[in-house]
């Protein structure tokens, strides 16, 4: 299996997965070893193991209904990775999200499209530093600097930071919103696997959540103002 294991100040971080890798065995282990860590650390000191904070997610994450494959919204998976990005670089700017499609071109390899993870783009724009984190269940499970190229993402030069908070509409609202549409792909083939783009083009008033077929990514299939919930045309 090809790793991606990376390293943010000195930290291993988690790599991202391919399809069918055992990503559950490989988070048991890492867990396994720091639990075992701990527990040395406190047989030397002759007292109990301090009771180490979850690095899950800080609140209640929001439940994805109407995206069945992805059990945690957008929304309530950012926190997280702003929280990852500021671990990594306390200027680091929230760029958006990245389909997880675009990573398996960058990468060249596939991921699990039963489970698909949420990939939030962070950069540093002086310095051209950029960082993935991918976000899956409401927790950060791998991250990479990476820059990707401009023919399977947009340039930093060509979008504008989001802010460092959560301010647009969620996920739901973007494929509630498409079902409403008459030539809805979604509303006849319930079962499609879709993919997000949320990004803040250069020249327009908001940023924006474009929605693809994963199967076919020739072109989107439903663009919405990530703001005021407009269908882009």
Not at 18 to 42: D, E, G, H, I
Request: net charge negative; hydrophobic share 45%; charged share 20%.
């Amino acid at each position: 299996m090809v790793s991606f294991l990376t390293s943010v100040n000195g930290v291993e971080t988690m790599p991202f997965y391919p399809r069918n890798a055992p990503r559950k065995q490989a988070q048991s282990a890492l867990a396994l070893f720091f639990v075992c860590t701990v527990l040395l650390a406190a047989c030397a000191r002759g007292t109990e193991p301090d009771r180490i904070p979850s690095p899950a997610i800080s609140q209640t994450p929001s439940r994805s209904i109407i995206d069945t494959r992805r059990r945690v919204t957008a929304q309530g998976s950012f926190q997280v990775a702003l929280d990852a990005a500021m671990a990594w670089r306390k200027d680091a700017q929230w760029y958006g999200i990245i389909p997880f499609t675009s990573i398996e071109r960058a990468l060249a390899i596939p991921f699990e499209d039963d489970k698909p993870s949420w990939f939030f783009r962070f950069a540093v724009p002086v310095e051209k530093d950029e960082l993935i984190i991918e976000v899956l269940d409401g927790q950060v499970i791998g991250s990479n600097e990476m820059q990707l190229p401009g023919y399977i993402e947009p340039l930093l030069t060509e979008i504008e930071p989001l802010g460092n908070q959560w301010t647009v509409l969620d996920n739901t609202v973007v494929l509630e919103k498409y079902l409403e549409q008459p030539d809805s792909l979604l509303a006849e083939f319930a079962a499609m696997l879709v993919d997000y783009r949320l990004s803040y083009p250069k020249g327009h008033s908001h940023p924006v959540w474009t929605l693809y077929n994963a199967q076919n990514l020739t072109a989107p299939i439903f663009v919405l103002d990530a703001v005021t919930g407009q269908v882009v045309k």
